[in-house]
């Protein structure tokens, strides 16, 4: 069942200091998608990238960053954690034309 | 860009009861219509989908339905169980994302 790996699955920072949050996929999907999930609310996506084209949603704080540096592996960087960037990050990858496969998530907690 | 809404937020049922929870969405051109099942701190796993070109699909206890006119869609599970207690996302898709609706809690009392 590991097709999309999270890494690592618990993260805690402390505010303001960077951190990075990994995801690999065995699928060889061309898109990779990264979601923050907050409690009792829907993943809202952050951004994509199909094959090497970035995509960020209008709304995704320029503290988020993203490297896709091969089909396999792409990245989270919170470049300056806040308390309010605590939540799950989800990690999916898709064909783009139907479903998503999810990742498990990386619960980060900022101190 | 793509809107869905999701009725209701919370729905509560007897076991053996079916529950049904609905969605519409805005953009005409969405044309794939997820269902996601996620438990307390696990991630999000389809469980059904349906295409546009199709107006109802059944997988065992739960089904979908689609009314591309009236842009809505909705899930039914019928005999409900204990372990279907979880929260339920519908998505709609538009350029390669998904557009969640904002969930709803499901609870199966034994």
């Not at chain 1, 960087?77 to 990690?91: E, F, H, K, V």
């Not at chain 2, 794939?32 to 997988?59: H, M, T």
């Not at chain 2, 065992?60 to 009314?67: F, G, H, K, P, Y």
Request: with cysteine; glycine share 6%; proline share 5%.
């Amino acid at each position: 069942d590991a097709m999309v790996i999270q890494n690592p699955r618990y993260q805690v920072t402390q505010f303001g200091k960077p951190v990075t949050l990994s995801c690999s996929q065995t699928l060889n999907h061309n898109v990779m998608y990264w979601y923050q999930q907050k409690s009792s609310q829907a993943p809202k996506l952050l951004f994509h990238y199909y094959d090497k084209d970035f995509n960020n949603e209008a709304d995704t704080p320029d503290n988020f960053q993203s490297r896709r540096p091969n089909t396999s592996f792409c990245f989270l960087d919170i470049r300056s954690p806040g308390l309010g960037d605590a939540a799950m990050y989800l990690c999916a990858t898709g064909t783009g034309e139907r479903e998503q496969y999810f990742g498990p998530g990386t619960r980060l907690t900022v101190t | 860009g793509e809107n869905v809404e999701q009725h209701p937020s919370t729905l509560s049922v007897q076991e053996g009861d079916s529950a049904v929870i609905k969605c519409t969405y805005s953009d005409s051109a969405s044309n794939y219509f997820p269902w996601y099942k996620q438990e307390l701190g696990k991630r999000p796993q389809l469980i059904i989908d349906i295409r546009s070109n199709v107006g109802e699909k059944k997988d065992q206890r739960i089904a979908v339905t689609l009314n591309k006119t009236a842009k809505h869609f909705s899930l039914h599970i019928t005999e409900t169980q204990p372990e279907d207690s979880a929260v339920y996302f519908c998505a709609g898709t538009g350029n390669y994302k998904l557009t969640f609706g904002k969930g709803t809690l499901l609870t199966v009392n034994p």
